[in-house]
């Protein structure tokens, strides 16, 4: 195999697929990059059986052929070559030789044969959002995922169509956080589970372009991401999802409108006083026009007031004060509207066309500060 490449098209694309190596794997070629071109195109593919990324790169194949290259010493090798034109070429002994000017690596690859391509999938109905929505709608809700694997089911997403709108919904036993995005068609009723590293990863590599579309499709098993020359393809988690609606009540005895920016930055600075891994609680006292933050904790406390407009009665509740900024963030509007019940309910932050809502589950402050 021969081909010749452009330093800047090679290393986009092997940093593109790059984010489907595992970091660990009793198998070594999943640890691979698959060059392949034994086709028209030159494409890499990684794939680590759960989570697969395949990417067309521009280039001449001067020799048909595939090889298949440990992925970290390529990715090394292509970062650190001159902006140049790149040439590698392998031979039937998989010796595969990188130069690019004046430089030369030569290193042993691994036959392509033994590389396990992405599976194909049958593409029917696509779901087409513009990429900056969907990477905007997973930087708005992934924060709430659950990081450990003793349910599956919260380590995923819940991406759920019905007809015109898609819902993204993430939880981790402690918050929910759901996002309603509109779709340029409408579609069948349908609900899946996409895992977590897998958006997280998809994310990486989408653009901020809102002119550039994603095409998704389901199968039963996998979900499947094409943008670009790119096409990322993934294993479903199976399992059905949470049933979130009891949970998202609209009765309410105390609403609060407040400046997101100054909630959180008041929130934010309160957090100075608490150190990592230790739970003490903000505690919000809400009364007529006042808003008090308030910290204690080994390190010193905290008191901070806002102004806000209230309907409903007064209320003092505790929360982890993460997850609120966790949540305030990824909100987009000047003014927020808060909904809480009792000091023991969770708050629900939610804007009038429920595009989106974050629930947050209270923290019992009364034994912890």
Same mark, same amino acid.
């Given at each position: 195999m021969k081909l010749v490449c452009n330093k800047t098209k090679l290393l986009s694309g092997v940093q593109i697929v790059s984010k489907a190596v595992p970091n660990k794997?009793?198998?070594?070629?999943? @640890?691979?990059?698959? %060059?392949?071109a034994t086709g028209k195109d030159i494409k890499l593919i990684a794939n680590d059986m759960e989570l697969g990324i395949e990417t067309v790169i521009e280039g001449t194949i001067a020799e048909k052929g595939q090889i298949a290259l440990e992925a970290k010493i390529l990715l090394d090798i292509v970062r650190k070559l001159p902006e140049s034109i790149i040439t590698i070429e392998s031979d039937k002994s998989f010796k595969t030789v990188i130069t690019c000017e004046k430089s030369k690596f030569v290193i042993m690859g691994k036959s392509g044969e033994d590389f396990s391509y992405l599976p194909s999938i049958e593409r029917i109905d696509s779901i087409v959002v513009s990429q900056f929505t969907l990477k905007e709608v997973?930087?708005?809700?992934?924060?709430?995922?659950?990081?450990?694997?003793n349910n599956k089911l919260m380590t995923g997403e819940l991406f759920d169509i019905n007809g015109d709108v898609m819902k993204i919904v993430s939880l981790d036993g402690h918050r929910i956080s759901i996002r309603k995005i509109g779709l340029r068609n409408s579609y069948p009723a349908r609900k899946v589970v996409v895992p977590g590293k897998t958006l997280n990863e998809i994310s990486k590599i989408l653009s901020d372009d809102t002119e550039k579309d994603v095409h998704i499709f389901f199968t039963g098993k996998h979900v499947v991401f094409e943008f670009d020359r790119t096409v990322v393809v993934s294993r479903l988690i @199976?399992? @059905?999802?949470?049933?979130? +609606?009891?949970? &998202? #009540? #609209? +009765?309410y005895e105390t609403k609060v409108t407040i400046n997101k920016r100054e909630l959180l930055e008041c929130i934010d600075r309160a957090t100075l006083l608490v150190k990592e891994g230790?739970?003490?609680?903000i505690i919000i006292n809400i009364m007529d026009g006042i808003m008090e933050l308030k910290i204690n904790s080994t390190m010193g406390s905290m008191n901070e007031e806002i102004d806000i407009d209230k309907q409903g009665k007064d209320l003092m509740i505790g929360f982890n004060p993460k997850f609120m900024?966790?949540?305030?963030?990824? %909100?987009?509007? @000047?003014? %927020?509207? %808060?909904? &809480?019940?009792?000091?023991k309910a969770p708050c629900f932050i939610r804007d009038a066309g429920e595009n989106y809502i974050y629930l947050i589950l209270p923290v019992n402050f009364t034994t912890v500060s």
């Amino acid at each position: 195999m021969k081909l010749v490449c452009n330093k800047t098209k090679l290393l986009s694309g092997v940093q593109i697929v790059s984010k489907a190596v595992p970091n660990k794997t009793t198998m070594s070629i999943l @640890e691979c990059i698959l %060059i392949d071109a034994t086709g028209k195109d030159i494409k890499l593919i990684a794939n680590d059986m759960e989570l697969g990324i395949e990417t067309v790169i521009e280039g001449t194949i001067a020799e048909k052929g595939q090889i298949a290259l440990e992925a970290k010493i390529l990715l090394d090798i292509v970062r650190k070559l001159p902006e140049s034109i790149i040439t590698i070429e392998s031979d039937k002994s998989f010796k595969t030789v990188i130069t690019c000017e004046k430089s030369k690596f030569v290193i042993m690859g691994k036959s392509g044969e033994d590389f396990s391509y992405l599976p194909s999938i049958e593409r029917i109905d696509s779901i087409v959002v513009s990429q900056f929505t969907l990477k905007e709608v997973i930087r708005q809700t992934i924060f709430s995922i659950a990081d450990n694997d003793n349910n599956k089911l919260m380590t995923g997403e819940l991406f759920d169509i019905n007809g015109d709108v898609m819902k993204i919904v993430s939880l981790d036993g402690h918050r929910i956080s759901i996002r309603k995005i509109g779709l340029r068609n409408s579609y069948p009723a349908r609900k899946v589970v996409v895992p977590g590293k897998t958006l997280n990863e998809i994310s990486k590599i989408l653009s901020d372009d809102t002119e550039k579309d994603v095409h998704i499709f389901f199968t039963g098993k996998h979900v499947v991401f094409e943008f670009d020359r790119t096409v990322v393809v993934s294993r479903l988690i @199976e399992g @059905e999802y949470f049933k979130i +609606d009891q949970m &998202l #009540s #609209s +009765d309410y005895e105390t609403k609060v409108t407040i400046n997101k920016r100054e909630l959180l930055e008041c929130i934010d600075r309160a957090t100075l006083l608490v150190k990592e891994g230790d739970k003490k609680p903000i505690i919000i006292n809400i009364m007529d026009g006042i808003m008090e933050l308030k910290i204690n904790s080994t390190m010193g406390s905290m008191n901070e007031e806002i102004d806000i407009d209230k309907q409903g009665k007064d209320l003092m509740i505790g929360f982890n004060p993460k997850f609120m900024i966790d949540a305030l963030r990824v %909100i987009d509007n @000047e003014q %927020i509207d %808060i909904y &809480l019940v009792n000091p023991k309910a969770p708050c629900f932050i939610r804007d009038a066309g429920e595009n989106y809502i974050y629930l947050i589950l209270p923290v019992n402050f009364t034994t912890v500060s």
